[in-house]
Each structure stands twice: as structure tokens, then as C-alpha cells.
């Protein structure tokens, strides 16, 4: 096993560089996209016990590193693409919660009877996690009393259906597309410059900055991440990362900022080491210790989950592409919303993604505590 974390990193890093040049080279891992692909390689590993279940590097990219890919992707966000995919993208975020609080309703039906003491716990918990992100699955885990075995099987279940769904959105849209609207045109810049029409893929545009560039959004990231951090710890009410997705927008509209080369890609890189660490965090042992059960339970909150929201954008003709970042902003939050914009090559619906994402912050922990007080 790799447990050494300079050896560790090295593979987190090698498997994201493969998952790049295989969706480069080859059509068949073009269709499937690096996103995905990280995620897959990174799951082989964790299953097959190449890589140890926890580690400081996990830490670190989950951390400090993510936290930099979302003040980077950001800097790339125009607060004007708001009026175009921001109304969207909240009723869709509107309905994504709805379809997860319906979706658990549907697993408790189903399999509640394999917990007695434990099954409106975990469909509320469930609904918490997959109405906004993990830090719901803690705060109503803890509101509900939820047992530490439990708490770990369901933690392991759920990061193994948030990675399989990170996957399924990168792919749904592709698949589903000619059934539904074309979205609408944004106002979109990249920081390179180019508008809308002229944006390129970030993993494989190349792109000329200096060393001082480079510098300059790695000390000024760095300077938001600090800030948020202390901002959260003076406001213990508001979770850090709303502090440093306001400060990042805030500085991204300023004229020097917008002229930055690299953010994009920079963020785009570190995103994908975190979505390595989703993979990793995908083992399939820590679920079956407890009981296969409890990850057919995730699965089903939210299998009913996507089925009624890409139901629903159908009927009240939503596009595709909105639909799913929604979804993904519900199920696996702000970072995920992103992450997948941006892979999608839809970078204008970066920030009403993560706004709504922030936005399940406060509805998932609500929504999640009336699911399991009501099947109580």
C-alpha cells in the first residue's frame, strides 16, 4: 500500500496527468472526459487497497487546495451572466431539493425496514447531504443522534454515489440533450478574453503567463483563503466558504484581476485532484460492513432524485445543462457545481451553481431535519 505522502501525492497527481492525456488522446476518453476518469482511477485504487483510506494529503487537497480551485474558478466568473442562468438555476435548485426530499421519502419505503432504529435517521441525514453537500450530512447527522457506526457507513455510502452522480452529470447531458431546450447564449469572458463563443476547454487550452502571474494568484488566493477562514471564525453562523466565495467574486470584478492569465486552467488542475479524492473516498468494504443496505438506500435517494428532476426541467423546458449542475450542486454542493460547469464547458453557469449550492448550505440541514422529524 502507498501510504508515504510524498509517494502519495505523486500518484493523486499521476492519475490526474493520465486522466488528462487519455481525454486528449483518444476519443473513447474524450467521451468519457479526465473528470470522470480521475475518478474511476482514483476508486481502483482505494478498492483494490493500493492507497490507505485516510492520509494528510487527502487533507490537504480536500483543504487548502480546493478551497484555492474555487477562488480561481471564480476570478473567471462574470457577475452579468447572473441575468441570464441565475432565475434558472434557482428553480431548478428548487426542484433538485424537492426531488431528493422525495427521493429519500421513497427509500425510507423501501428499505426502512432494514433499520428500525436507524431509518428515519438516515433519510434524513440523506436529505440533508444530497440537498447542498456534506456539511448538511454532518449538521443532521449530529441533530438526529445518529449512530457512529451508521454515520460512517452512510458517510462512505454517500461519497460513493456522489462520485458515481458526478459521472452521471458529466454524461447526462450529452445524452439527453436533443430532448430538451438549447440553453441561453451568456455573456460570458474568460480571463484570456474571447467572450462566450470564444471559450476553450480549459484542460487543453494553452495558455502564456509569467512567472509573476502565477504568483500573483497564488498569493492572492492564499490572501481570500486566509480571510475566509478568519471571517468564519468570527462568524461561526456562517460557514467560511460563503465568506471566501463573496470575497473571490468581489475581487474578481476588479480590472486587474479580469487581466490575470491562468485562473481558469489553475483551477480546473486543482479541482481535479479533488476529484481524485472523491474516487478515493469511494470504497465499496466500508459500505459492506455495515450493510450493502445502506448504500442501496444513498443509491435510490438518488436515482428517484434525478428522475424527478430531469422529469420536471422537461415539463417546465429547462435545459439540460442547468438541470445538471443543479442536480450537482444539491448532491455534491458549490465545489461540484463548479467543477462540473466548467468541465460541461459551461463556465457561465459557474457562479449561479455555486450560489445555489451555497444556497443548500441553508436549505439541506432545514430540509433533512423535517424529512426525519416526519418519519419519526
Given at each position: 500500500m502507498i501510504e508515504a505522502p510524498l509517494a502519495l501525492a505523486t500518484v493523486v497527481v499521476g492519475i490526474t496527468a493520465l486522466s488528462f492525456w487519455l481525454a486528449r488522446s483518444f476519443g473513447w476518453a474524450s467521451k468519457m472526459g479526465a473528470s470522470l476518469l480521475v475518478i474511476v482511477f482514483g476508486a481502483l485504487l482505494a478498492n483494490l487497497d493500493l492507497v490507505p483510506v485516510s492520509s494528510s494529503v487527502y487533507g490537504m487537497i480536500g483543504g487548502p487546495v480546493t478551497s484555492l480551485a474555487i477562488v480561481w474558478l471564480l476570478f473567471a466568473v462574470d457577475l452579468r451572466d447572473l441575468k441570464v442562468a441565475g432565475p434558472r438555476m434557482l428553480g431548478a435548485f428548487v426542484i433538485a431539493v424537492v426531488a431528493t426530499a422525495v427521493g429519500s421519502l421513497v427509500a425510507f419505503a423501501l428499505l426502512g425496514h432494514y433499520f428500525p432504529e436507524d431509518g428515519w435517521r438516515l433519510a434524513g441525514v440523506m436529505t440533508g447531504t444530497y440537498s447542498g453537500g456534506s456539511l448538511n450530512f454532518v449538521s443532521v447527522g449530529r441533530a438526529v443522534d445518529l449512530s457512529g457506526t451508521m454515520f460512517a457507513a452512510a458517510t462512505a455510502a454517500d461519497n460513493l454515489v456522489t462520485g458515481v452522480w458526478v459521472g452521471a452529470t458529466l454524461l447526462l447531458p450529452v445524452w439527453l440533450r436533443r430532448f430538451y431546450p438549447a440553453p441561453p447564449e451568456a455573456t460570458y469572458r474568460s480571463v484570456e478574453g474571447g467572450g462566450a463563443q470564444g471559450f476553450e476547454?480549459?484542460?487543453?487550452?494553452?495558455?502564456?503567463?509569467?512567472?509573476?502571474?502565477?504568483?500573483?494568484?497564488?498569493?492572492?488566493?492564499?490572501?481570500?483563503?486566509?480571510?475566509?477562514?478568519?471571517?468564519?471564525?468570527?462568524?461561526?453562523?456562517?460557514?467560511?466558504?460563503?465568506?471566501?466565495?463573496?470575497?473571490?467574486?468581489?475581487?474578481?470584478?476588479?480590472?486587474?484581476?479580469?487581466?490575470?492569465?491562468?485562473?481558469?486552467?489553475?483551477?480546473?488542475?486543482?479541482?481535479?485532484?479533488?476529484?481524485?479524492?472523491?474516487?478515493?473516498?469511494?470504497?465499496?468494504?466500508?459500505?459492506?460492513?455495515?450493510?450493502?443496505?445502506?448504500?442501496?438506500?444513498?443509491?435510490?435517494?438518488?436515482?428517484?432524485?434525478?428522475?424527478?428532476?430531469?422529469?420536471?426541467?422537461?415539463?417546465?423546458?429547462?435545459?439540460?445543462?442547468?438541470?445538471?449542475?443543479?442536480?450537482?450542486?444539491?448532491?455534491?454542493?458549490?465545489?461540484?457545481?463548479?467543477?462540473?460547469?466548467?468541465?460541461?464547458?459551461?463556465?457561465?453557469?459557474?457562479?449561479?451553481?455555486?450560489?445555489?449550492?451555497?444556497?443548500?448550505?441553508?436549505?439541506?440541514?432545514?430540509?433533512?431535519?423535517?424529512?426525519?422529524?416526519?418519519?419519526?
Open positions: 476547454d480549459p484542460m487543453h487550452a494553452t495558455v502564456g503567463f509569467s512567472v509573476l502571474d502565477l504568483l500573483t494568484l497564488g498569493g492572492l488566493g492564499l490572501a481570500l483563503v486566509l480571510a475566509a477562514e478568519k471571517l468564519g471564525e468570527l462568524t461561526p453562523g456562517v460557514p467560511s466558504v460563503i465568506w471566501l466565495t463573496t470575497l473571490a467574486l468581489i475581487v474578481a470584478q476588479l480590472p486587474p484581476v479580469r487581466k490575470l492569465p491562468g485562473a481558469l486552467q489553475l483551477g480546473t488542475l486543482a479541482l481535479h485532484l479533488f476529484f481524485a479524492i472523491i474516487g478515493i473516498g469511494s470504497r465499496v468494504d466500508q459500505i459492506l460492513a455495515v450493510g450493502i443496505q445502506v448504500f442501496y438506500f444513498a443509491a435510490i435517494v438518488v436515482l428517484i432524485h434525478g428522475v424527478v428532476l430531469f422529469v420536471a426541467a422537461r415539463l417546465f423546458r429547462l435545459d439540460v445543462e442547468t438541470t445538471a449542475i443543479a442536480s450537482q450542486a444539491a448532491v455534491g454542493g458549490p465545489s461540484t457545481a463548479i467543477a462540473l460547469a466548467v468541465a460541461r464547458k459551461r463556465p457561465e453557469l459557474a457562479l449561479p451553481g455555486a450560489m445555489v449550492g451555497l444556497l443548500g448550505y441553508a436549505l439541506g440541514t432545514y430540509a433533512g431535519i423535517a424529512v426525519a422529524w416526519l418519519l419519526r
